[in-house]
Protein backbone atom coordinates (compact mmCIF):
# COMPACT_ATOMS: atom_id res chain seq x y z
CA UNK A 1 0.00 0.00 0.00
CA UNK A 2 1.57 3.03 -0.82
CA UNK A 3 0.68 5.88 1.79
CA UNK A 4 -0.08 9.76 1.38
CA UNK A 5 -0.55 10.42 4.89
CA UNK A 6 3.08 11.05 5.50
CA UNK A 7 2.83 13.66 2.40
CA UNK A 8 3.28 17.08 2.94
CA UNK A 9 3.67 19.40 0.52
CA UNK A 10 4.75 23.23 0.41
CA UNK A 11 2.39 24.78 -2.03
CA UNK A 12 1.71 28.22 -1.83
CA UNK A 13 -1.82 29.23 -2.89
CA UNK A 14 -1.26 33.22 -2.42
CA UNK A 15 1.26 32.28 -5.54
CA UNK A 16 -1.44 30.86 -7.27
CA UNK A 17 -3.89 33.78 -6.73
CA UNK A 18 -1.04 36.33 -7.90
CA UNK A 19 -0.69 34.78 -10.91
CA UNK A 20 -4.80 35.12 -11.42
CA UNK A 21 -4.24 38.31 -10.08
CA UNK A 22 -1.97 39.68 -12.67
CA UNK A 23 -3.75 37.88 -15.38
CA UNK A 24 -7.00 39.80 -14.39
CA UNK A 25 -5.63 42.72 -14.12
CA UNK A 26 -4.12 43.00 -17.76
CA UNK A 27 -8.25 42.35 -18.34
CA UNK A 28 -8.96 45.66 -16.99
CA UNK A 29 -10.99 44.70 -13.86
CA UNK A 30 -10.72 44.77 -9.93
CA UNK A 31 -11.46 41.52 -8.63
CA UNK A 32 -12.54 38.15 -9.90
CA UNK A 33 -14.87 36.02 -7.85
CA UNK A 34 -14.11 32.31 -8.52
CA UNK A 35 -17.26 29.80 -7.89
CA UNK A 36 -16.07 26.96 -9.77
CA UNK A 37 -15.32 24.37 -6.72
CA UNK A 38 -12.26 23.28 -8.57
CA UNK A 39 -11.05 26.02 -9.49
CA UNK A 40 -11.36 27.54 -5.84
CA UNK A 41 -9.44 23.91 -4.91
CA UNK A 42 -6.18 25.00 -6.78
CA UNK A 43 -6.54 28.84 -5.76
CA UNK A 44 -7.37 27.85 -1.83
CA UNK A 45 -6.71 24.32 -0.79
CA UNK A 46 -10.23 24.25 0.49
CA UNK A 47 -12.28 21.19 -0.60
CA UNK A 48 -16.05 21.73 0.68
CA UNK A 49 -19.13 21.68 -1.32
CA UNK A 50 -19.94 25.44 -1.67
CA UNK A 51 -17.58 28.10 -1.37
CA UNK A 52 -16.33 31.03 -3.81
CA UNK A 53 -12.94 33.11 -3.52
CA UNK A 54 -12.69 37.23 -4.30
CA UNK A 55 -9.34 37.81 -5.31
CA UNK A 56 -8.00 41.38 -6.01
CA UNK A 57 -5.96 42.25 -8.84
CA UNK A 58 -2.21 44.27 -7.76
CA UNK A 59 0.32 42.62 -5.28
CA UNK A 60 -1.57 42.53 -1.96
CA UNK A 61 -2.54 38.88 -0.98
CA UNK A 62 -3.95 39.99 2.17
CA UNK A 63 -6.85 41.46 0.74
CA UNK A 64 -8.19 38.29 -1.10
CA UNK A 65 -11.00 36.16 0.96
CA UNK A 66 -12.97 33.16 1.11
CA UNK A 67 -16.87 32.62 1.89
CA UNK A 68 -18.60 29.44 2.63
CA UNK A 69 -21.43 28.57 4.81
CA UNK A 70 -20.96 26.99 8.11
CA UNK A 71 -20.85 23.50 7.61
CA UNK A 72 -17.69 24.24 6.81
CA UNK A 73 -15.97 27.21 9.63
CA UNK A 74 -13.64 24.43 11.00
CA UNK A 75 -12.48 22.96 7.34
CA UNK A 76 -12.28 26.05 6.10
CA UNK A 77 -9.82 27.63 8.90
CA UNK A 78 -7.38 24.39 8.20
CA UNK A 79 -7.40 24.25 4.64
CA UNK A 80 -7.75 27.90 3.74
CA UNK A 81 -6.14 28.83 6.83
CA UNK A 82 -4.24 32.16 4.92
CA UNK A 83 -7.20 34.04 3.58
CA UNK A 84 -9.93 35.74 6.14
CA UNK A 85 -13.49 33.47 5.62
CA UNK A 86 -16.76 34.98 5.37
CA UNK A 87 -19.52 32.65 6.21
CA UNK A 88 -22.28 32.85 4.29
CA UNK A 89 -24.66 30.50 2.31
CA UNK A 90 -24.58 32.64 -0.85
CA UNK A 91 -20.57 33.12 -1.14
CA UNK A 92 -20.69 35.03 -4.20
CA UNK A 93 -23.36 37.51 -3.31
CA UNK A 94 -21.10 37.88 0.42
CA UNK A 95 -17.86 38.37 -1.44
CA UNK A 96 -19.40 40.89 -3.84
CA UNK A 97 -20.53 42.65 -0.73
CA UNK A 98 -16.81 42.82 0.45
CA UNK A 99 -15.80 44.30 -2.77
CA UNK A 100 -18.29 46.84 -2.99
CA UNK A 101 -17.91 48.15 0.58
CA UNK A 102 -14.05 48.27 -0.11
CA UNK A 103 -14.17 49.91 -3.17
CA UNK A 104 -17.09 51.95 -4.23
CA UNK A 105 -17.26 51.13 -8.33
CA UNK A 106 -15.52 47.54 -8.12
CA UNK A 107 -15.22 46.74 -11.25
CA UNK A 108 -15.81 42.50 -10.57
CA UNK A 109 -15.08 39.32 -12.83
CA UNK A 110 -16.63 36.29 -12.08
CA UNK A 111 -16.68 33.30 -13.97
CA UNK A 112 -18.95 33.64 -17.14
CA UNK A 113 -18.78 29.21 -18.21
CA UNK A 114 -19.49 28.83 -14.35
CA UNK A 115 -22.28 31.21 -13.28
CA UNK A 116 -25.92 30.02 -14.25
CA UNK A 117 -28.04 32.35 -16.34
CA UNK A 118 -30.26 33.15 -12.86
CA UNK A 119 -27.53 33.78 -10.97
CA UNK A 120 -25.88 36.20 -13.04
CA UNK A 121 -29.21 37.94 -13.22
CA UNK A 122 -29.26 38.16 -9.01
CA UNK A 123 -25.83 39.02 -9.48
CA UNK A 124 -25.88 41.80 -11.31
CA UNK A 125 -28.68 42.90 -9.45
CA UNK A 126 -26.73 43.35 -6.04
CA UNK A 127 -24.25 44.99 -7.97
CA UNK A 128 -26.37 47.56 -9.14
CA UNK A 129 -27.74 48.10 -5.71
CA UNK A 130 -24.07 48.59 -3.97
CA UNK A 131 -22.28 50.08 -7.21
CA UNK A 132 -20.55 47.42 -9.23
CA UNK A 133 -19.45 46.45 -12.36
CA UNK A 134 -19.73 42.83 -13.41
CA UNK A 135 -17.70 41.40 -16.34
CA UNK A 136 -17.97 37.89 -17.14
CA UNK A 137 -14.37 36.30 -17.93
CA UNK A 138 -14.07 32.78 -18.87
CA UNK A 139 -11.32 29.72 -18.22
CA UNK A 140 -8.84 32.26 -15.83
CA UNK A 141 -8.11 29.91 -13.60
CA UNK A 142 -8.33 26.53 -16.32
CA UNK A 143 -5.44 28.28 -18.60
CA UNK A 144 -3.11 29.01 -15.09
CA UNK A 145 -3.80 25.27 -14.35
CA UNK A 146 -2.54 24.12 -17.44
CA UNK A 147 0.97 24.41 -16.37
CA UNK A 148 1.65 22.14 -13.17
CA UNK A 149 4.00 22.81 -10.55
CA UNK A 150 6.13 20.51 -8.92
CA UNK A 151 3.49 19.71 -6.12
CA UNK A 152 1.37 18.81 -8.98
CA UNK A 153 3.34 16.65 -10.86
CA UNK A 154 4.26 14.66 -7.68
CA UNK A 155 0.83 13.97 -6.83
CA UNK A 156 -0.31 13.05 -10.27
CA UNK A 157 3.04 10.51 -10.63
CA UNK A 158 1.85 9.15 -7.22
CA UNK A 159 -1.72 8.53 -8.72
CA UNK A 160 -0.02 6.82 -11.76
CA UNK A 161 1.92 4.78 -9.72
CA UNK A 162 -1.20 3.46 -7.84
CA UNK A 163 -2.64 2.84 -11.36
CA UNK A 164 0.76 0.55 -12.27
CA UNK A 165 0.19 -1.24 -9.50
CA UNK A 166 -3.09 -1.87 -9.36
CA UNK A 167 -2.75 -3.62 -12.94
CA UNK A 168 0.14 -5.55 -11.99
CA UNK A 169 -1.42 -6.84 -8.99
CA UNK A 170 -4.38 -8.23 -11.17
CA UNK A 171 -1.79 -9.78 -14.29
CA UNK A 172 0.03 -11.30 -11.47
CA UNK A 173 -2.81 -12.93 -10.22
CA UNK A 174 -4.51 -13.83 -13.27
CA UNK A 175 -7.78 -11.81 -12.40
CA UNK A 176 -7.98 -10.97 -16.01
CA UNK A 177 -8.52 -14.26 -17.92
CA UNK A 178 -11.66 -16.33 -19.70
CA UNK A 179 -14.59 -16.93 -17.92
CA UNK A 180 -14.85 -13.63 -16.03
CA UNK A 181 -16.73 -10.86 -17.12
CA UNK A 182 -16.06 -6.97 -17.65
CA UNK A 183 -17.55 -6.24 -14.56
CA UNK A 184 -15.58 -8.50 -12.13
CA UNK A 185 -12.17 -7.42 -13.88
CA UNK A 186 -13.51 -3.75 -13.39
CA UNK A 187 -14.67 -4.08 -9.73
CA UNK A 188 -11.43 -5.75 -9.07
CA UNK A 189 -9.18 -3.27 -10.30
CA UNK A 190 -11.38 -0.27 -8.58
CA UNK A 191 -10.89 -1.85 -5.11
CA UNK A 192 -7.31 -3.09 -5.97
CA UNK A 193 -6.40 0.80 -6.18
CA UNK A 194 -8.31 1.64 -3.06
CA UNK A 195 -6.27 -0.82 -1.39
CA UNK A 196 -3.32 0.80 -2.09
CA UNK A 197 -4.26 4.15 -1.00
CA UNK A 198 -6.02 5.99 -3.49
CA UNK A 199 -8.80 8.04 -2.17
CA UNK A 200 -11.33 7.18 -5.38
CA UNK A 201 -11.66 6.02 -9.26
CA UNK A 202 -10.69 8.90 -11.47
CA UNK A 203 -13.77 7.40 -14.03
CA UNK A 204 -15.62 4.44 -13.94
CA UNK A 205 -13.37 1.72 -14.83
CA UNK A 206 -13.95 0.57 -18.70
CA UNK A 207 -12.84 -2.71 -19.48
CA UNK A 208 -14.06 -3.67 -23.07
CA UNK A 209 -13.71 -7.55 -24.34
CA UNK A 210 -14.14 -9.30 -27.93
CA UNK A 211 -16.10 -6.99 -30.04
CA UNK A 212 -17.31 -4.45 -26.77
CA UNK A 213 -13.56 -3.27 -27.02
CA UNK A 214 -14.47 -1.45 -30.48
CA UNK A 215 -16.60 0.61 -28.19
CA UNK A 216 -14.22 3.82 -27.38
CA UNK A 217 -16.03 4.49 -24.02
CA UNK A 218 -17.93 0.85 -23.19
CA UNK A 219 -19.05 0.65 -19.54
CA UNK A 220 -18.21 -2.90 -18.15
CA UNK A 221 -21.26 -5.08 -17.98
CA UNK A 222 -21.67 -9.02 -17.47
CA UNK A 223 -19.82 -9.89 -21.01
CA UNK A 224 -17.76 -12.98 -20.25
CA UNK A 225 -14.29 -12.96 -21.14
CA UNK A 226 -13.70 -15.47 -23.98
CA UNK A 227 -9.87 -16.83 -25.03
CA UNK A 228 -8.88 -14.98 -28.28
CA UNK A 229 -10.67 -11.88 -27.50
CA UNK A 230 -8.60 -8.34 -27.10
CA UNK A 231 -9.10 -7.00 -23.65
CA UNK A 232 -9.10 -2.89 -23.49
CA UNK A 233 -8.86 -1.74 -19.71
CA UNK A 234 -8.89 2.03 -19.23
CA UNK A 235 -8.41 3.74 -15.69
CA UNK A 236 -6.98 5.26 -13.36
CA UNK A 237 -7.65 6.86 -9.58
CA UNK A 238 -7.10 10.12 -7.65
CA UNK A 239 -4.48 10.72 -5.23
CA UNK A 240 -5.00 13.81 -2.64
CA UNK A 241 -6.93 15.89 -5.10
CA UNK A 242 -4.86 14.92 -8.28
CA UNK A 243 -6.26 12.19 -11.45
CA UNK A 244 -4.26 9.09 -13.19
CA UNK A 245 -5.06 7.97 -16.84
CA UNK A 246 -4.14 5.43 -18.59
CA UNK A 247 -5.20 2.46 -21.20
CA UNK A 248 -3.61 -1.07 -21.89
CA UNK A 249 -5.21 -3.21 -24.49
CA UNK A 250 -4.32 -7.61 -24.38
CA UNK A 251 -5.37 -10.51 -25.92
CA UNK A 252 -6.48 -13.75 -24.13
CA UNK A 253 -4.39 -16.49 -26.15
CA UNK A 254 -2.15 -16.29 -28.85
CA UNK A 255 -3.09 -13.36 -31.19
CA UNK A 256 -4.64 -13.08 -34.54
CA UNK A 257 -2.91 -11.32 -37.45
CA UNK A 258 -5.43 -8.77 -37.71
CA UNK A 259 -5.36 -8.20 -34.13
CA UNK A 260 -1.70 -7.54 -33.86
CA UNK A 261 -1.76 -5.49 -37.53
CA UNK A 262 -4.03 -2.63 -35.66
CA UNK A 263 -1.86 -3.31 -32.39
CA UNK A 264 1.24 -2.00 -33.90
CA UNK A 265 -0.12 0.62 -36.08
CA UNK A 266 -1.56 2.07 -32.87
CA UNK A 267 0.86 1.70 -31.01
CA UNK A 268 3.73 3.19 -33.56
CA UNK A 269 0.92 6.12 -33.70
CA UNK A 270 1.02 6.53 -29.81
CA UNK A 271 4.93 6.48 -29.80
CA UNK A 272 4.64 9.18 -32.71
CA UNK A 273 1.77 10.96 -30.36
CA UNK A 274 4.65 11.36 -27.31
CA UNK A 275 7.52 12.34 -29.74
CA UNK A 276 5.30 15.03 -30.77
CA UNK A 277 4.94 16.47 -27.38
CA UNK A 278 7.76 18.85 -27.30
CA UNK A 279 7.47 22.54 -25.59
CA UNK A 280 5.81 25.07 -27.71
CA UNK A 281 4.31 22.73 -30.83
CA UNK A 282 1.33 22.92 -31.99
CA UNK A 283 -1.69 21.19 -30.26
CA UNK A 284 -2.81 20.16 -33.50
CA UNK A 285 -0.06 19.22 -34.84
CA UNK A 286 0.53 16.96 -31.78
CA UNK A 287 -2.58 15.19 -32.83
CA UNK A 288 -1.67 15.22 -36.49
CA UNK A 289 1.68 13.02 -36.16
CA UNK A 290 -0.11 10.53 -34.39
CA UNK A 291 -3.47 10.31 -36.99
CA UNK A 292 -1.32 10.63 -39.79
CA UNK A 293 0.36 6.59 -38.75
CA UNK A 294 -3.27 5.06 -38.63
CA UNK A 295 -4.46 7.17 -41.45
CA UNK A 296 -1.89 6.19 -43.89
CA UNK A 297 -2.13 2.89 -42.62
CA UNK A 298 -5.76 2.60 -44.10
CA UNK A 299 -7.90 2.89 -40.69
CA UNK A 300 -7.82 6.60 -40.64
CA UNK A 301 -11.97 6.50 -40.32
CA UNK A 302 -11.60 3.82 -37.61
CA UNK A 303 -9.77 6.43 -35.01
CA UNK A 304 -12.77 8.18 -33.92
CA UNK A 305 -11.46 10.67 -31.10
CA UNK A 306 -8.60 13.67 -30.48
CA UNK A 307 -5.04 12.53 -29.26
CA UNK A 308 -5.00 13.25 -25.71
CA UNK A 309 -6.11 16.01 -23.36
CA UNK A 310 -4.38 17.33 -19.61
CA UNK A 311 -5.06 15.36 -16.32
CA UNK A 312 -4.74 17.08 -13.04
CA UNK A 313 -7.74 18.43 -10.68
CA UNK A 314 -10.31 16.38 -12.90
CA UNK A 315 -9.74 13.84 -15.77
CA UNK A 316 -10.25 15.83 -18.42
CA UNK A 317 -8.91 19.40 -18.58
CA UNK A 318 -7.07 22.06 -20.58
CA UNK A 319 -5.20 21.49 -22.97
CA UNK A 320 -6.93 19.33 -25.19
CA UNK A 321 -5.03 17.84 -28.29
CA UNK A 322 -7.29 17.27 -31.02
CA UNK A 323 -7.43 18.02 -34.78
CA UNK A 324 -9.27 20.97 -34.26
CA UNK A 325 -7.34 22.12 -31.11
CA UNK A 326 -5.62 25.86 -31.02
CA UNK A 327 -2.72 26.61 -29.19
CA UNK A 328 0.67 25.33 -28.25
CA UNK A 329 2.44 22.99 -25.54
CA UNK A 330 3.41 24.75 -22.74
CA UNK A 331 6.48 23.89 -20.53
CA UNK A 332 4.97 21.79 -17.55
CA UNK A 333 1.81 20.46 -18.71
CA UNK A 334 0.47 17.29 -17.41
CA UNK A 335 -1.23 15.14 -21.05
CA UNK A 336 -2.87 11.56 -22.06
CA UNK A 337 -1.96 10.24 -25.57
CA UNK A 338 -4.01 7.98 -26.30
CA UNK A 339 -4.52 7.15 -29.99
CA UNK A 340 -6.83 4.11 -31.10
CA UNK A 341 -8.43 1.72 -33.76
CA UNK A 342 -11.61 0.66 -33.64
CA UNK A 343 -13.15 -1.95 -35.92
CA UNK A 344 -17.07 -2.45 -35.01
CA UNK A 345 -18.30 -5.79 -34.46
CA UNK A 346 -14.66 -7.13 -34.24
CA UNK A 347 -12.81 -5.23 -31.60
CA UNK A 348 -10.28 -1.98 -30.90
CA UNK A 349 -7.29 -1.05 -29.95
CA UNK A 350 -6.00 1.72 -27.76
CA UNK A 351 -2.67 2.96 -25.82
CA UNK A 352 -2.76 5.63 -23.67
CA UNK A 353 -0.23 7.40 -20.87
CA UNK A 354 -0.12 10.33 -18.56
CA UNK A 355 3.00 12.37 -19.75
CA UNK A 356 4.53 15.81 -17.99
CA UNK A 357 5.88 18.11 -20.64
CA UNK A 358 9.14 19.58 -20.05
CA UNK A 359 12.15 21.10 -22.27
CA UNK A 360 13.91 17.95 -21.77
CA UNK A 361 10.98 15.90 -23.60
CA UNK A 362 8.25 14.46 -22.03
CA UNK A 363 8.34 12.12 -19.39
CA UNK A 364 5.52 8.94 -19.07
CA UNK A 365 4.15 9.21 -15.44
CA UNK A 366 2.60 5.90 -16.20
CA UNK A 367 5.16 3.15 -16.87
CA UNK A 368 3.69 -0.35 -17.70
CA UNK A 369 4.72 -1.84 -20.52
CA UNK A 370 2.72 -0.86 -23.63
CA UNK A 371 3.58 -4.04 -25.44
CA UNK A 372 1.20 -6.78 -26.60
CA UNK A 373 0.90 -8.71 -23.58
CA UNK A 374 -0.94 -12.66 -23.78
CA UNK A 375 -2.80 -13.32 -20.83
Not at 50 to 73: C, F, K, P
Not at 99 to 112: D, K, L, Q, W, Y
Not at 166 to 179: C, S, V
Not at 187 to 198: H, N, Q, V
Amino acid sequence: MFNNADMHFSTNHGDRRARLAAEIEASDVDAIIVSDLTNLRYLTGFTGSNGAALVWAGSDRDRDRISTDGRYITQVGEQAADLRAEINRDCPSALLRVAAAERPGVRVAIEGHVVTVSDYSRLAELAAEVGAALTPVTDAVERLRIVKDADEVDLITSACRVGDAALAALIDRGAITPGRTERQVARELEWEMFALGADAIAFETIVATGAMSAIPHHRPMDVVLRAGDLVKIDFGCVWSGYHSDMTRTFVLGEPQAWQTEIFDIVLTAQQAGRDALTVGAELADIDAAARRIITDAGYGEYYVHGLGHGVGLQIHEAPGIGAAASGTLPDGATVTVEPGIYLPGRGGVRIEDTLVVTDAGPTSLTTTSRALRVL
